[in-house]
């Protein structure tokens, strides 16, 4: 009931031991091995056969003001198509478990597994299942790599969404809305430009009136 801390501060992420039992059946079920184990010890790797590892999908609760107005579920979204067979397949076994408004992310194994920088091959599993009932879980930097997090104090909100750390598609991307931004305010002031133009010629003819009503008022023209 006291909710799950975010930290990017805590390497490691801590979730609640009675959680451990089903993650180990999933483990086994996943690697097709009934002796395969999930631990926290020291483990000879390379780096291919980390990859191999599962990824790990924790689903989050999605706020419901939030969610409310979500026609077309997005990526990252338990209701977007490419989790479907997946999701649906569990809320058979356990109805209403898994809301399609539900936010899924992921965790790679490079990101839950890391090397040992004094002993290059030796990998460490940082997801542990250790806390106890009562005590607060925290989600941290394993959890949140490769995810831009928003946090929303004032309305009690987290948003996630999958980011990128290529410097060059940034640049990329950064260039493009500076761009847009650019060719936005320039179409902006083409229209004034014009507007003005327009008024300044009303104004002209208005006076020019005005000078001929005059002009015929006295006689001159």
């Not at 031991?17 to 097709?32: G, H, Y």
């Not at 790990?56 to 419901?64: A, P, S, T």
């Not at 909100?157 to 750390?165: A, I, K, Q, Y």
């Not at 940034?170 to 327009?198: P, W």
Request: aromatic share 8%.
């Amino acid at each position: 009931n006291r909710g799950i801390i975010v930290d990017s501060g805590t390497t490691d992420s801590y979730l609640p031991s009675n959680l451990k039992p089903a993650f180990l059946e999933a483990w086994k079920e996943v690697l097709r091995d009934p002796n395969a184990e999930y631990h926290n010890n020291h483990i000879e790797m390379t780096a291919e056969q980390v990859k191999t590892l599962p990824t790990i999908l924790v689903v989050l609760q999605g706020h419901k003001s939030g969610s409310a107005q979500t026609k077309d579920f997005a990526v990252g979204m338990a209701g977007h198509h490419s989790h479907a067979d997946m999701f649906n397949s569990i809320t058979d076994k356990n109805p209403l478990t898994i809301s399609k408004n539900d936010v899924v992310v992921a965790i790679p194994p490079e990101h839950y597994m890391e090397e040992a920088h004094s002993s290059p091959g030796t990998w460490t599993a940082r997801v542990y299942f250790t806390e106890r009932f009562g005590q607060q879980s925290i989600f941290g930097s394993s959890f949140m790599m490769g995810h831009e997090i928003l946090f929303d104090n004032r309305s009690g909100r987290v948003g996630f969404s999958e980011s990128h750390c290529d410097y060059s598609r940034y640049m990329e991307e950064r260039n493009l809305m500076l761009e847009q931004i650019r060719q936005k305010g320039t179409s902006t002031q083409d229209n004034t430009a014009t507007a003005v133009e327009k008024e300044e010629e009303k104004l002209v003819t208005s006076h020019q009136v005005e000078v001929q009503d005059n002009l015929h008022g006295s006689g001159w023209a």
